[in-house]
């Protein structure tokens, strides 16, 4: 059956009928329009444990993830961390590691029915699982503001459960366990191993409430009597003395502790859904939207270590790439949607890493390649640590990628590749833009100063504009396809990726150093970079022009003409946003043009764009930002992710996990609302016969921006801004005049193609239109 079929068919029937021997509801988690979705399981998890992304429920609090595997007499509670990592450099080998997991075991339910929900809104898994007249309930949860998992459950007849917390093993860990006073605990640890950057610690501990279990945990459910586990789980990074504080605040929970904690938990969800909403009239996407929006709230929080590939829904010790920081994509594109989501505190995290590498960044100019800045590998991790060193040893090598050279560039994986430092910018501009928050570009402006440092003595001026030489559209590495023959593939000369970025960078750095004061002398220089970039490289197919991926490659593949990809629309489009109608209409008739030959290579329906392996959150809302039709993007996109997402709503790639929890909102908000280079937009993608509105979307400038399209009409464009800027507004009402208010109370005239009018910091406003 489609899954969306089954879900929404059994969905109303558990609505009507309800969970009966759950206790009631506590808290008013609101999350109108989140609520009316849910992920449903009628079937174990297929892919539980994975070493990418699980099929199972999830939960998180943006450190802590749950994700429920196992069957019904089996159930498995695994617990990954963001912060547990062995700080291994040498890939694989290294990366993000899983602490363990709760194993519950329930004899009398072999074989018995299963059914789960996800509930977005409030942030819990409920469970039902039946074997003849034994019906088991369950509830979990990860506290959105304490370190603690909540296990409830019950039965409507008498049975036994045992329970095991078991620590994960192997890969060098030191593992140990046991009791204290009842509660159960385990520890694992990374430590003593050379090469470690640093040692990692993870301690859990559970109790039980309402029952007194066995000293091999067994318990006994009576009839209609709930259970309660909390599970308690520190590291070295929580507490330095991690393993008692795990103890002590399991064997101190109570019935009462739980009850604020859950209290906690339902207000901390209602403040996250109430940032931002979207409603757009097509219940699949709208179900995929808050879905994506839940998932990325539950694998990042803004005073946590940042969330890796896989964020913290780890399964398998060997998470795929190690699920570490990729900073050629991955790493950044998970955040892009938090952006216009209005989800800022999210997305606290992200520059830390980056922050923290910036003294090996700049010996790796130094010493690599004599410049001055930041050079970075394409993949790191938390507190300074590089995750992809080659193989120490030339037979180790051999065997991984048919070379025995392990030196390349200094025994780091770089990939031919010099945008890695930069690529991240794009994620500090983004925020920039959004807040003008002093205090944050203060802090991220030495990084983007070093960034441009690099790029300062890394580019040559030639024949009256800036070049680059030797810079990758993708990555060029020895492997065993290639059987260890590569170099003969290095040369790529003006990647659009490269001039994209660059360019992207030295646009930036100067309106950041404006609003700092600082650096007036260097304006001028970075300005001329901006001015002399190279242009983009195009090339003629069939009568009609083309974008071309590079000027010049000895890439058989690269020097073809390709047209607008993926790797190219980070340079343009995203995250770079040097392009779109605005910035140069006549080149953007070039994109718009070949985003409409996507249709022509597509073999079936869900891979328009060639998404399938990577970049679904790139190419959809790029295609948006160009002005491709808005009704063929949506039905792209539900084929899409018809063709590729699990029963948890995660819509899935071959390449890369939580980025693509930004592909459905970004899409979606880009529809609703653009501001690329200060412009606010509204509705400028959208078709105007279909009833919309949005409420709070994040705007460049600092503003918060509602509006609502009734009828072929705008109603309104509401704002509150919140850094007190001048507002530029693309007139909704082409042709028309319209009303401000500020703060309730008539004000201006506006007319024009572009509305201009000044802000106070604070200030509520209100553009009517006057027909």
Known sequence: M????????????????????????????????????????????????????????????????????????????????????????????????????????????????????????????????????????????????????????????????????????????????????????????FENTPLLAWPSHVAMAVKVLGAKPGADGSISLKPNAKVTLVITMYTNYDSKDWKQRAISVAKGTTEATIHQLQKDHYAWWERFWAQSEVQMGDPFLEKYYYASQYLFGATSRGDKFAPGIWGPFITKDSAAWGGDYHLNYNYQAPYWAAYSSNHIDETDNFDKPLLDYMENGKRHARELLGIRGIYYPVGIGPMG?????????????????????????????????????????????????????????RKVYPYMLECANFWEDYLKFENGRYVIHMDHY????????????????????????????????????????????????????????????????????????????????????????????????????????????????????????????????????GDWANTLGNGIETCFPAAVRVGYDADEIMRQLTDRIKRQSLPNLWIIAEGGGIETLSAVPLTINEMMMQSYEGVVRIFPNWNKTKNASFNQLRAYGAFLVSSRLEQ???????????????????NPWPGHAAQLLRNGKKAEQLTGSTFSFPTGRGERLEIVGQN
């Open 385 to 441: 640590l590089v995750t992809t060193r080659w193989p120490l040893t030339p037979d180790e090598m051999e065997k991984r990628y048919a070379s025995r050279e392990n030196t390349i560039d200094g025994g780091y994986k770089f990939l031919g590749q010099k945008i890695n430092a930069v690529f991240s910018v794009g994620n500090m501009l983004m925020r920039f833009y959004s807040t003008y928050d002093a205090a944050y570009a």
């Open 2 to 189: 489609n899954e969306d079929v089954r879900t929404i068919t059994v969905q109303r029937i558990y609505l009507l009928i309800g969970f009966l021997l759950c206790l009631p509801q506590e808290g008013n988690a609101q999350g109108i329009y989140a609520g009316r979705y849910k992920a449903v399981f009628t079937s174990p998890p297929g892919k539980v444990p994975t070493a990418k992304t699980p099929d199972g429920p999830l939960a998180g609090n943006g450190d802590i993830g749950l994700t429920l595997g196992g069957k019904p007499d089996q159930l498995l509670f695994y617990l990954g961390k963001n912060d547990f990592w062995r700080a291994y450099p040498v890939y694989p080998g290294g990366g993000i590691a899983l602490p363990g997991w709760l194993e519950m075991r329930i004899p009398a339910l072999s074989g018995a029915d299963y059914y789960a929900e996800q509930l977005q809104d409030k942030a819990e898994i409920t469970g039902r699982f039946t074997k003849d007249s034994l019906t088991v309930w369950l509830k979990t949860w990860v506290s959105a503001t304490a370190n603690t998992v909540v296990v409830e459950l019950g039965a409507n007849k008498a049975c036994s459960m045992d329970f095991a917390l078991k620590a994960a093993e192997g890969n060098t860990s030191v593992n140990a366990k046991g009791v204290d006073a009842g509660t159960h605990w385990v520890t694992r640890s």
């Open 474 to 605: 993708n990555e060029v590495m020895p492997n065993l396809k290639n059987k260890g023959q590569w170099r003969q593939l290095l040369g790529d000369f003006n990647s659009t990726l490269s001039v994209g970025l660059v360019k992207m960078l030295f646009k930036g750095i100067v309106d950041v150093s404006r609003f700092l004061k600082v650096d007036a002398g260097r304006v001028q220089k970075w300005q001329h970079i901006v001015e002399h970039m190279s242009q983009f490289t195009v090339g003629e197919v069939d009568g009609r022009l083309s974008l071309k991926g590079v000027e010049s490659s000895p890439s058989p593949v690269h020097s073809r003409i390709e047209g607008l990809a993926r790797v190219s629309i980070h340079g343009l489009l995203l995250p770079a946003g040097v392009c779109g109608p605005k910035t140069d209409s006549a080149f953007n008739q070039i994109l718009l043009g070949d985003v409409s030959r996507w249709k022509d290579k597509m073999k079936a329906p």
């Open 712 to 730: 072929g009409e705008i109603r309104y464009v509401r704002l509150v801004s919140e850094a007190g800027r001048p507002c530029f507004l693309e």
